[in-house]
């Protein structure tokens, strides 16, 4: 190749010859060239570009301002100079003069820059920190650079006359009148600027006026806390992202310790505002309007003069499509980035092209550096534009994707509080978390591919062409096995997506059942059932893993056949080439090299961006779902109009209702969903309503159709003031993970004499006396440290200190004794409430006589309403004189319980260690411990992870071999053919003229063969090549298939050890640590070791080895870049430790506050009915986004650290382009550079950029992927486990007996507390029958506790038929006991499967123990013992639950027998029928029995009472009622008082 070829397009383009082709001064004025090209076009980039910058801000700032009027002078100057230099295109184009392709340039080039700028200033007129402001100063610079061409221009028509003033041509002349009326909008536009400000203090910056918190100061030693990120900051500041500067200083501190200690978010983030637009979308899109200017609210002004914000009922309703309201919330925004990307594709193609020109001239020995010179200038100039905007482009995309998670998340939780009853139970638990987890996320990925998915195409259009400049139809060869591979490609994508939803199906019900495990453990570890359970998670792992291979192994196929495809694509390009009688040269080797590289991503994403944006549609699908159900409405749901009689509250007339939508009482039973129907009651105001019924009437289902919470299918219902909501205590007491204080007061203000009487009405005072921190102390999860007794008496203070007038009890007093139980009715209920209205439901029937009307039901219908003396009749009750006793004997029972939990919870609160563990999850800190890569290298496998890294290492050393080969191959054949490369004219160089005279596109240069047939030399080199090619792709294989084998591998034994050591825990470790805590290790955190950090892990390992290939390759080639590459890697260095301390405690933060997002809501979902019944879904909505709003917070910092690094490490990859290039033009000076090394090596220099960035985002994104196998570790390793020792000697029929000693006891539940068994000891003898009694903490459950070795004594033993229990393995000891405990506990499966999982008993042997318990009706209207048992058997009423765990117990062959308080939520006819069941069923049993109401142990031979954790009396119950100063005898004695 002769000439140079872009000197060529110049020249022809400004009419000039090779000595001068782009002349400055002509004909005595500046040329037209000179003109067009540096003063025209250049500025005009420059200003695209920093408007570019500008344009993707966020417009969503609701500023309580009014809009300069010279925002809009500005807007339309910028708009009417576009429409101008547009026209002036049109005119140029049709006149056809000689300068026709350079007019056209230039004023397309002007045009597309004022186009940009006009995007630019309509968003900056709508931010936050620019609205009141005259903008960035660069704008207005910018366009000052644009004024010298226009007046250039302007004088060279003037200097024509004779051409641009003659009306006979008229083009010419228009095109003068417009070059003159572009000066018009300048003018217009310095005018604006002029424009004076708004200043008045009545205008203040919002963020400032709402939240006190002020912008970032340049500098300022503020805490970070206190600011807000972003907002306020330079063009220069948020350039290099030096805002962060602060923070990054304090992480670097490691003072990064909670999440307040990062800045506050950008208004245009804050979760309020973008719920805000969201919802203002969404209404738009319900309506139908057309997409608003500005979906932001506005704010209005309120009689005061006080602006505020109007808000409007956010209620997400109506056939909706999401994907347009998510269009008219964020589409202005991400369309907008569209046009950066398409800037960045044609600059990312400029590449190859000026390595082209590079290369070239290194051939040429007597080529002139200035030429050189510019060639390396346009490559570092290219470089460096496209590092700026390519990370500008990633960090605006981030924050709209970042503003749909914030949408989507607050919209499906606002959605949930709103949904009718009846719709939710379509969906599970587990399901509506995954909505906000798992599919929301996938919508958010959409946001980051989608403009790939047009990018890509576009891409790899041009690549094939510019290939096709280089090769000429050669490269059709390597195309041919690229497409051939893209369908196969598609193939295994699908192949992955079809196993990944499997895989997902598998994972919800593994983490379903994992969650159904920690909501049972103690009945689990109480029964030993950790086997049992293991093996069913073992099996739904194996289901899962079994998908997981097949992904891996597609994985690692799809790895193979695109990491070997470059090489493959070279070979067969080149070989196609030489076969065509080409000479190959170093130019277009390293260009067809570039190429390739650039051709292979496009292929090798574009599946992948496919399947991504498929995801995306099923998870947007699956939100859809759930926006489309109906919401509550309670206006069509309540009778509108009043009753006659103003003194009814409450009226129900021929109401049918059910818990479904079908109307059909068939399949409602069928179900097993109670349908209510034909309900006639009205209730007056401040009355007090019983309703009382056998087991699953329906009594709970009255109040919740009262509420709201069923369909109502035909009938009336009426309720006064409902709008005010009402005071519900639901029967399975709803707590939140609070303090006690927090939990009563639930969001309403303390009022001391009023908070002091609800505690002592609910019988809290003597609880809360007992706790370290009184009622500050904090509950654990769902309530987990506190009785059965205690959680039903915090939900009855907190609905009554909700001082509503309409208060529905459900069943409140059925977990306390009678003495409480008489306390809470006489103080509270008739007292405290005295003039509510309250409608009761109890089993309690001999408190009933105080009620001013009873309600009977049985079978979803009201039997009878009438007076206590007309209903009690009618019920079967125990006899009068057992009520005193029950009264007694439930005291005890009751406070037995409490006392043991009590003591847990001490051990929560005591000091604060403990209390961390039960409220705020601990983070750790520092950089990870070398023990976690360890843990992973080991589960890998030391041996497979050394092969591995030896097959990464030689596919890499291959890769690289070849290129240097190839480098070889055309330095000898340089060598050794003499053939000058120079011999073609410049009018035939192989490249695009665009300019010449044949048109666009000029005919291609297809240079002779020198000969027909291969050399042998030719075919040696290519015979090496294709073998060196070869063993690539082996090597290539072996790594790809070892690491996903490697990866499997590590899954399976981290999540076996995990789920082990949980299993295994201490019942304390689950007292004290919150559920979600631990589902988030068996969810997010073995998701991440599944499948996120084999991924990131592979990406690092490519990168490392990769950067390692490119470093030596390229000092190989050019050696003095070694002088530049030290100071560089000491940078790279110290910039990225700098940043890696920050970002590792911003992941941290990131994952420890996603957790309380996730554990809030489903903590609403639990206690829905509550918060619905209270209105109280504004501030739990509220809570919410706090929430939601911290999390994003550290989201938000977390990707701009990211973008602060990658700049930075952009911008090292610019220098090490920068020295190649110069380092490349100083030795082709002194003839001392090799043309084939100077190409090889800036061919891998265009690529170090993306290789540095991606190097260090693959390593931190490993790091952060390894918190979660630290923090799986940590609960593998670190747990308090239970003693796991078996003896082998035990007899499989010990005990034969039951004979139970306790010798000296003492039980301390932690160091510093109580002794909660002080010294006790007692025998009791074979097949006795003892009842255990006992006030508030006395010992009573700690006893059973002790038995069953859920907390080891102290001192002392505890011996079971002579045995030490101590020797007896924990699971050997608990397999020989039974227990009915106090929470019945039902796993999701089938009736037998609960009543035997261990499949141990006849079909007819369950049957009979579910007669004996009565629930043979149930049981055969569900279906029989294969009927689905849901959730937690919440298709069960409590009641029904208690008997379904009774039948449970009565299946045993235990010699011993332990009930702790089994049947409190049954009826007194249901109660008496049990107990006389358990007493023939266990006649030669031992039985423990811990009871609330005394006739159930009145029969005992022998009361237990305990007191202060020591026995005070053990007899018999008449010895005990005539022994004097009897505590039992007391407890008799205050009953009959």
């Not at 184009?93 to 309509?122: K, N, P, R, T």
């Not at 003037?158 to 009306?167: A, R, V």
């Not at 963020?207 to 063009?235: F, H, K, N, W, Y």
């Not at 706090?1186 to 090292?1212: G, P, T, Y």
Request: proline share 3%.
């Amino acid at each position: 190749m002769r000439g140079f070829w872009p000197t060529e397009l110049v020249a022809r383009l400004c009419h000039g010859d090779e000595r001068n082709p782009f002349p400055v001064w002509q004909d005595g004025h500046v040329s037209v060239c000179f003109n067009q090209l540096l003063l025209g076009v250049l500025p005009h980039v420059i200003m695209a570009t920093l408007s570019a910058f500008y344009l993707g801000m966020a417009t969503s700032a609701p500023l309580p301002t009014f809009i300069s009027g010279g925002w809009t002078l500005r807007l339309v100057s910028t708009l009417l100079a576009a429409l101008l230099f547009a026209a002036d295109v049109i005119v140029a184009g049709v006149a056809q003069q000689a300068d026709m392709y350079l007019d056209v340039l230039g004023g397309s080039s002007s045009a597309l820059a004022w186009l940009v700028h006009v995007g630019a200033i309509a968003t900056l007129r709508r931010t936050v920190t620019f609205r009141r402001t005259r903008g960035p100063s660069l704008l207005p610079l910018s366009v000052l650079l644009c004024v010298p061409n226009m007046v250039v221009t302007l004088m060279f028509y003037l200097s024509k006359k004779e051409d641009y003033l003659t009306p006979s041509k008229p083009f010419h002349f228009t095109r003068l009148v417009l070059a003159c009326t572009r000066m018009l909008p300048i003018l217009l536009y310095l005018l604006g600027v002029a424009c004076p400000c708004i200043r008045e203090t009545a205008h203040t910056l919002h963020i400032q006026d709402v939240d006190r918190l002020p912008l970032i100061p340049e500098d300022s030693e503020l805490d970070t806390g206190e600011m807000v990120a972003e907002d306020g900051s330079s063009c220069v500041s948020s350039l290099f992202y030096l805002w962060l500067t602060p923070l990054l200083r304090r992480g670097q501190r490691g003072q990064l310790d909670r999440p307040s200690d990062v800045y506050h978010l950008p208004h245009s983030l804050r979760t309020s505002v973008i719920r805000r637009c969201f919802h203002q979308s969404w209404t738009a899109c319900r309506r139908g309007a057309a997409a608003m200017q500005d979906h932001w609210p506005r704010p209005v002004q309120n009689g005061s003069g006080v602006l505020h914000y109007q808000e409007e009922p956010l209620e997400l309703e109506g056939d909706v499509s999401l994907l347009r309201v998510l269009h008219t919330a964020f589409g202005t925004r991400y369309y907008v980035l569209g046009l950066l990307k398409l800037v960045l594709n044609l600059l990312r193609l400029s590449g190859p092209l000026l390595l082209n020109i590079l290369v070239s001239f290194m051939e040429e020995e007597d080529a002139p550096a200035s030429r050189g010179a510019w060639c390396a200038a346009a490559l570092i100039a290219s470089t460096l534009l496209c590092s700026f905007l390519q990370n500008i482009f990633v960090f605006r995309i981030s924050k709209v994707a970042l503003s749909a998670r914030a949408a989507l998340v607050s919209a499906i939780y606002s959605k949930s509080l709103r949904v009718g009853g009846a719709g939710l139970a379509g969906f599970t638990l587990g399901e509506v978390v995954n909505l906000m987890s798992t599919d929301t996320d996938r919508v958010v990925n959409f946001f980051n591919t989608f403009h790939e998915l047009w990018s890509l195409p576009f891409r790899l259009a041009i690549t094939l062409y510019l290939l096709y400049l280089q090769v000429d139809i050669a490269f059709l060869g390597g195309l041919g096995v690229a497409l051939l591979l893209v369908p196969f490609n598609k193939f295994l994508a699908s192949r992955i997506l079809s196993n990944n939803q499997d895989m997902l199906r598998y994972k919800d019900s593994r983490v379903k059942l994992m969650t159904e495990i920690l909501f049972g453990i103690r009945v689990i570890k109480f029964y030993s059932w950790e086997a049992y359970f293991t093996q069913k998670v073992s099996e739904c792992r194996q289901g899962e893993l079994s998908h997981l291979k097949a992904i891996k192994y597609l994985d690692a196929m799809c790895v193979y056949t695109w990491a070997a495809l470059p090489v493959v694509i070279s070979i067969l390009t080149f070989v196609t080439y030489v076969l065509l009688g080409h000479q190959l040269t170093a130019a277009k080797v390293f260009t067809t090299l570039a190429l390739v590289g650039m051709l292979i991503n496009p292929l090798n994403a574009f599946p992948w961006v496919l399947n991504s944006i498929l995801d995306a549609k099923v998870s947007l699908q699956r939100i859809q779902r759930f926006f489309k159900l109906t919401n509550q409405d309670l206006q069509a749901y309540y009778a509108l109009v009043t009753p006659e009689d103003d003194h009814t509250v409450v009226l129900l007339c021929q109401a049918t209702f059910s818990w479904h939508q079908d109307t059909e009482e068939e399949h409602s039973t069928t179900a097993g969903s109670l349908l209510l129907h034909n309900l006639n009651l009205k209730i007056k105001k401040g009355s007090l309503t019983v309703v009382v019924g056998k087991v699953g009437c329906g009594k709970s289902s009255l109040l919740a159709a009262l509420t709201g919470e069923l369909s109502r299918h035909s009938g009336v219902v009426y309720v006064a003031d409902r709008e005010s909501g009402f005071g519900l205590a639901s029967q399975e007491p709803w707590i939140q993970h609070a303090s006690v204080r927090d939990n009563i007061l639930f969001g309403k203000e303390h009022d001391a004499a009023f908070y002091q009487a609800v505690i002592e009405a609910c019988a809290l005072s003597d609880d809360l006396s007992i706790l370290q921190d009184g009622d500050r102390t904090e509950v654990g999860e769902n309530g987990i440290t506190l009785s059965g007794g205690q959680k039903a008496r915090l939900a009855l203070a907190r609905a009554v200190y909700m001082d509503k007038d309409i208060y529905l009890l459900d069943d409140p007093l059925a977990a306390v004794d009678v003495h409480v139980a008489q306390h809470l009715m006489q103080k509270c209920i008739m007292e405290l409430l005295a003039g509510k209205t309250r409608i009761l439901c109890t089993h309690r029937i001999e408190l009933v006589d105080q009620a001013d009307v009873v309600v009977l039901m049985d079978n979803g219908t009201i039997i009878k309403t009438g007076s206590p003396a007309e209903i009690l009749p009618l019920i079967e009750a125990a006899p009068k004189q057992h009520k005193n006793e029950q009264n007694a004997k439930e005291k005890g029972e009751e406070e037995e319980e409490e006392e043991e939990h009590l003591s847990s919870s001490q051990l929560c609160v005591d000091d604060g260690d403990d209390a961390d563990l039960s409220g705020v999850e601990k983070k750790q800190a520092g950089s990870l411990a070398w023990k976690v890569y360890q843990t992973y290298w080991a589960a890998v496998g030391g041996a497979l992870a050394m092969s591995i890294l030896m097959f990464l290492l030689a596919m890499q050393a291959s890769k690289n071999v070849s290129d240097w080969w190839l480098s070889h191959w055309i330095s000898e054949l340089k060598n050794t053919s003499g053939v000058n490369h120079s011999s073609s004219s410049v009018l035939t160089t192989p490249h695009l003229l665009l300019f010449s005279p044949a048109g666009l596109m000029s005919a291609l240069w297809l240079p002779q063969a020198s000969s027909a047939n291969l050399s042998g030399e030719v075919r040696f080199y290519l015979t090496v090549y294709g073998c060196i090619a070869a063993a690539n792709t082996v090597f290539t294989a072996l790594r790809a298939f070892l690491f996903a084998y490697g990866a499997i591998s590590a899954a399976t034994v981290i999540h076996n050890r995990l789920l082990d050591r949980v299993l295994k825990a201490t019942v304390t470790f689950f007292d004290t640590t919150p559920l979600g805590r631990i589902l988030n290790r068996f969810s997010s955190d073995l998701y991440s070791v599944d499948d996120s950090l084999p991924f990131i892990l592979n990406i690092l390992l490519a990168n490392v080895f990769g950067l390692l290939g490119m470093l030596v390759m390229m000092t190989y080639g050019l050696p003095w870049l070694l002088l530049a590459l030290l100071p560089l890697a000491l940078l790279y260095h110290r910039t990225q430790l700098f940043y890696r301390h920050t970002s590792r405690e911003l992941k941290r933060l990131c994952s420890i506050t996603l957790s309380p997002v996730y554990s809030h809501f489903t903590e609403t979902l639990s206690g829905l009915s509550t918060i619905r019944a209270s209105r109280s879904c504004a501030r739990f909505e509220e809570e919410s986004l706090h929430r939601l709003e911290q999390n994003q917070r550290c989201v938000f910092l977390s990707k701009a650290a990211m973008q602060w690094l990658d700049i930075r490490l952009q911008l090292i990859g610019v220098a090490v382009v920068t020295c190649l290039s110069v380092i490349a033009v100083i030795q082709h000076q002194f003839n001392a550079g090799e043309p084939g090394l100077v190409g090889l090596s800036l061919s891998y220099a265009l690529s170090i950029t993306a290789l540095l960035s991606g190097l260090i985002f693959s390593f931190t994104q490993t790091e952060m992927q390894l918190v979660s196998v630290e923090r799986a570790e940590e609960y593998s390793s670190e747990l308090p486990s239970e003693p796991q020792q078996q003896n082998t000697q035990l007899a499989p029929s010990w005990p034969e007996l039951g004979r139970v000693e306790f010798r000296h006891v003492v039980l301390v539940y932690r160091e510093g507390l109580p002794n909660a068994l002080d010294g006790v000891s007692l025998l009791v003898r074979p097949s006795e029958k003892v009842g255990i009694v006992g006030r508030t903490g006395s010992g009573k459950s700690t006893l059973f506790l002790a038995l069953f070795r859920m907390v080891e004594v102290s001192q002392g033993q505890i011996l079971l038929d002579g045995r030490d229990i101590s020797s007896v393995g924990v699971a050997q000891l608990r397999s020989r006991l039974a227990i009915i405990p106090q929470d019945p506990f039902l796993f999701s499966g089938t009736i037998r499967e609960n009543l035997d999982p261990c499949r141990q008993h006849q079909d007819q042997q369950l049957l009979e123990v579910l007669d004996q318990c009565h629930l043979t009706t149930l049981v055969n209207r569900m279906g029989g013992l294969d009927a689905k048992v849901e959730d937690r058997g919440k298709s069960f009423s409590v009641g029904q639950r208690q008997l379904l765990c009774l039948s449970r117990a009565l299946l045993t062959q235990a010699k011993v027998l332990c009930v702790d308080e089994a049947t409190a939520s049954v009826d007194q006819k249901t109660d008496q029928l049990l107990q006389k069941t358990i007493r023939e069923r266990f006649q030669d049993k031992t039985v423990l029995t811990i009871a609330h109401r005394l006739n159930t142990i009145m029969d005992c031979e022998r009361v237990l009472v305990m007191h202060a954790g020591k026995v005070v009396d053990f007899d018999t119950p008449a010895a005990l009622c005539q022994k004097e100063d009897s505590i039992f005898g007391r407890f008799l004695s205050e009953v009959t008082k």
